[in-house]
Structure formats: C-alpha cells, structure tokens
C-alpha cells in the first residue's frame, strides 16, 4: 500500500488491512458461527427430518400455486384478464388471490393493498 512517500506492508498495518485479509475476512466463517457450532451437532436423523420437511413445504406451495392458476383461469372473462392475472402472480410473491367481484373483476392483495384486473386486463 502506497500512503504519500511511504510504503507499507500488510504486515505493518495488521491483519485484516491487506487484500489477503480482506478476503479472507469476507470468505471465512464469523467468529460467532464457530463458537455456536461446537454446542449443536445435527445428526443424520435431524437432516433428513429437515430435508423431508423443506420437500413437503416444496410440494404444497406448488401445489397451492397450481389450483390458484386453475382458479383464475376459470374465473378469468378473457385472455387478458387471465394473462394480466398470471403476471401479477408471477411478478410479485407475495400476491395474494381473493376472488371475483360482481363486476368480473378479479382481486388481489398485495402487501394489504387490493388490485382488481378488469376484463380487459387493466389494473384498477
């Protein structure tokens, strides 16, 4: 590292303060994470208990995206209601459908917002 006139080293200026250090600060597990686990050991049982979880979660959640689709496909007038629907589900995760007003629009809840799809496939 050039400062001014002077040259210093890495090693003058501490671990942590060159590239070396810097990376491997970046890369390497936290202090913390090291000392929490010497106190939990995760055995064979308890990692494919988790696994058998996340793939249960995995599945309903594809599951529960499937009948919403066939939901709003049902429910959809027209195409563009329908492909204007699917994108708002697509786009944003946390969309939410609650279903069909007596004018056929078709609702949404968004972050505790609600959007309606016209028949024509606007956002109201």
Excluded: P, W
Aim: net charge negative; aromatic share 6%; charged share 40%.
């Amino acid at each position: 590292m050039d400062l001014g006139d002077e040259t210093v080293s890495d090693e003058e200026l501490g671990e942590g303060y060159g590239i070396d250090g810097a990376v491997e600060e970046v890369f390497a597990e936290s202090k913390v994470d090291k000392v929490l686990s010497k106190y939990f050991v995760i055995t064979e049982e308890e990692k494919k208990n988790t696994e058998s979880k996340n793939v249960k979660k995995f599945i309903t959640e594809k599951v529960q995206k499937a009948r919403i689709k066939t939901e709003i496909k049902e429910m959809s007038e027209t195409i563009e209601q329908e492909l204007t629907s699917e994108f708002l589900m697509k786009e944003n995760k946390s969309t939410k459908f609650l279903g069909k007003t007596n004018k056929n629009n078709l609702v949404f809840e968004i972050d505790g917002k609600q959007l309606k799809v016209s028949t024509k496939g606007e956002l109201l």
